[in-house]
């Protein structure tokens, strides 16, 4: 069998999200044809139909499903290898952390703090994102990550538990919930949550928040309530409450990393960060 080429692999993972020959090659910058043409000769290569044909879409055979699957990872692992080979031969060596505003449990003073001291640090750059910051460790734009489990997706990562906390939720103070010495989940249905992108499953329906403090400011005058981590104490406005919220899932903070990185720094910021927790925790 032929080796597949990452132009080609790259042309059907575009078709396969669009589903349409026409959008996908609008997205790729080429002509329908030779779109046409390079998944018939990966087809004739790998030696199965990835891609049953109609006049107005396309649809993806059980090979097809598999191929996008397995060729998204294919093509993070060509651009995180890139991306890593660059920075590594960048003469002013850094290390790239993303996290979510207010996302880090109040854990990252005190990792900063550690992993500084250590011999052979460099300096940290940190990103904040809401949206891609386990995409971002797979294809090499990040090296470690603060990301919550289960509400992130860790496929692919390694990762160590860091702190695990109990939930609660924010109340405007005239909220009627806000008398409560706790609320449940049930006492939230019917209640407007926030909506992150790209959180997986059980999204809310009510306005797009990209960070804590947006959050906050949308609870206090009344556009919505919100069940988070309860480290979120220490941001709170005036006008707020927070209550704890028993039934609800438990979320751990994790620091998480590409398995293929090999980075000193990488393995002596996750030495770090584990010292900072088991400080933290009683």
């Known amino acids: 069998m032929e080796e597949v080429e990452t132009r080609e692999l790259r042309y059907f993972v575009t078709l396969a999200e669009e589903l349409h020959f026409g ?27 990835l891609v049953e044909r ?51 449990s109040g854990l990252l003073p005190a990792i900063l703090a550690d992993y500084e001291a250590q011999p052979g640090a460099v300096p940290v750059e940190i990103v904040f994102g809401t949206r891609e910051r386990a995409a971002m460790l ?12 289960p509400q992130d997706d860790l496929t692919g990562l390694d990762a160590e538990e860091l702190l695990t906390q109990h939930q609660v939720v924010l109340l405007p103070e005239r909220h ?52 988070v981590p309860e480290s979120v104490r220490g941001y709170l406005h005036s006008g707020l409450v927070c209550r704890p919220v028993p039934d609800a899932p438990a979320a751990t903070t994790v620091l998480a990393w590409s398995p293929q990185c090999r980075s000193r720094q990488v393995a002596a910021f996750v030495r770090a960060a584990s010292t900072a927790a088991h400080r933290r925790i009683p």
């Open 23 to 49: 959008r996908a090659a609008q997205r790729l910058g080429i002509a329908q044809p030779p779109l046409s043409r390079a998944i018939r000769q990966l087809e004739r290569r790998l030696g199965v139909t």
């Open 54 to 104: 109609t006049s107005r879409s396309a649809r993806l055979t059980a090979a097809g499903e598999v191929l996008l699957h397995e060729g998204r990872l294919a093509l993070e692992a060509v651009a995180a290898a890139t991306r890593r080979a660059q920075r590594a031969g960048c003469p002013q060596a850094r290390l790239v952390l993303v996290t979510k505003p207010g996302g880090d």
């Open 138 to 149: 797979r294809d090499g734009r990040a090296d470690v990550g603060l990301l919550h489990s």
């Open 176 to 227: 009627p919930l806000a008398q409560r010495a706790s609320v449940c989940l049930a006492d939230l249905d019917g209640e407007t949550m926030p909506r992150w992108p790209g959180m997986p499953g059980g999204n809310g329906t009510g306005p797009l928040v990209r960070d804590i403090s947006q959050l906050m400011q949308l609870i206090v005058v009344g556009r919505t309530v919100a069940v």
